[in-house]
């Protein structure tokens, strides 16, 4: 079969791909009991199950530590000698956030202006309909062993697929593992994301006083937690904007391809003229330094506040780290950062959340060179390196635990997919080009 063949298979199977990403993304598969039924979650396992059974898979539901199902499944091809590719991707999604901010119902995919809307449009469900749309059009050829795991709670971050790993280490056992969940430097601009930054969440409490006191009597001497608060978190970044922790490096550089300030600018739909924060280059800032992010604080509303001064305040941190830095360490540095910062004598406390190993991929072996030349095949020009500033822990315990196993980073994600935000879209052609670009790279894996 010519790549033409398999181009044209993949176009004729593209309305089959919309239909199936429609029933998925209807699908509320939210792993979050607190927000939405886990029968979602339990119906867009079973789906999954099904659809790679299809395709000649031998599926079922494994439950994880977390509670979540994992779909897991075989298909060998019959070649002693092949190797061996794990196809990975996930089918929980992103809570939608606020209805109103979405210009299309959430749970409905929907086209506007040639990209299709909904969550989980992209992140990842956009990804299963590209590994299915490669092994549809190749059929019967396809001359590796392959596997597939797709989990169930990955955007919870509860860590069930990473605890299953390390339980079941034959299970997944691969030559190359192809992670069905980043994106490409641009729609039409084929990457390989090679490194990821790690992360630390942790909630830092204020506590300044044992009850609310009227601004107008007391305030002044009395200390406020919510200006306390602020004092806080202004210690976090410097008049440039650089993430400034103690004991965390921040002049890393990026090496791999560049990300133009003008582009960054335009993914992040921001004016051509906004200011962008730190001193280095935007690829530095974005993938070898750390960042820290504010997610969120509680503390009166304006609406409904009274003139009195808060006894207490908390807010929620996500702090971004790059290859190299240790995720344990840097919980430490954060937390005594904090600490460190509390002015006025008043109380404050850290409590870390959860933290996620940073990934450095090794890219010199046989299947990043089969994958560079089946995207190029497939995109008609070449495979550029990137970072991602997201986090993947499953990729670190992968490695750890499949030491010999290249792992290569791909997927329907660009950056105007606008993942985990209101708005959430895929373009159609990056499912079609990318469904082939993995079944180019399966055959050139596989000696054909």
């Given amino acids: 079969m010519t790549r033409s063949d398999l181009r044209d298979r993949i176009a004729a199977l593209m309305p089959r791909a919309r239909r199936e990403l429609a029933g998925l993304v209807a699908m509320r598969s ?51 000698d092949a190797p061996t590719v794990l196809l990975y991707a996930h089918y929980d999604v992103q809570p939608p956030l606020a209805d109103d901010e979405w210009r299309t119902p959430p749970f409905r995919l929907t086209e506007v202006d040639g990209r299709w809307y909904g969550r989980g449009a992209a ?12 092994l549809r059009a190749l059929g019967d050829d396809v001359p590796v062993d392959l596997k597939v795991v797709v989990e169930g709670s990955e ?117 051509s003229d906004a200011v962008l924060l730190g001193d280095g280059e935007v690829a530095d800032t974005l993938w070898a330094r750390p960042a820290l992010t504010v997610l969120g604080i509680d503390c009166p509303p304006v609406i409904g506040s009274t003139t009195a001064i808060a006894p207490c305040a908390r807010a929620r941190l996500n702090l971004r780290i790059p290859p190299g830095t240790d995720p344990h360490a840097a919980a430490c540095a954060l937390t005594e950062h904090l600490l460190a910062a509390a002015p006025w004598g008043v109380e404050v406390s850290v409590d870390v959340e959860g933290i996620g190993e940073p990934f450095d991929a090794a890219t010199g072996g046989p299947a990043h060179r089969a994958m560079a030349e089946a995207m190029q095949a497939a995109y008609g020009r070449p495979v550029s390196r990137l970072g991602q500033g997201g986090s993947i822990p499953l990729c670190t315990v992968l490695a750890e635990t499949y030491p010999d196993a290249e792992i290569l980073l791909i997927g329907v994600e660009e950056p105007q997919a606008r993942i985990h935000a209101p708005n959430e879209s895929v373009a159609p052609e990056e499912i079609a080009a990318m469904a082939l670009a993995e079944a180019l790279f399966l055959r050139n894996y596989g000696g054909r």
């Fill in 30 to 80: 939210v792993a979050d009991s607190r927000q939405f039924p886990p029968e979602e979650c339990h119906r867009a396992a079973a789906w999954v199950a099904g659809a790679f059974a299809e395709a000649g898979f031998d599926t079922g539901l494994a439950g994880t530590p977390d509670g979540s199902q994992a779909v897991v499944g075989t298909r060998p091809c019959g070649r002693e």
């Fill in 123 to 134: 992140d990842c469900k956009g990804n299963i309909l590209m590994h299915l749309t490669a």
């Fill in 155 to 271: 955007e919870q971050g509860t860590g069930g697929l990473e605890a299953f790993v390390a339980e079941h280490p034959g299970l997944l056992r691969a030559d190359a593992i192809l992670v069905g969940d980043t994106g490409n430097a641009a729609v039409g601009h084929p990457a390989v994301t090679v490194s990821l930054r790690g992360m630390v969440n942790v909630v830092v409490h204020v506590e300044a006083l044992p009850s609310e006191l009227h601004s107008g009597m007391f305030g002044g001497p009395a200390p406020d937690a919510l200006a306390a608060l602020a004092a806080v978190l202004a210690t976090l970044r410097d008049e440039k904007g650089n993430t400034t922790v103690h004991g965390l490096p921040g002049d890393g550089r990026w090496a791999g391809a560049p990300y133009p300030a003008a582009r960054f600018r335009a993914d992040a739909g921001l004016p």
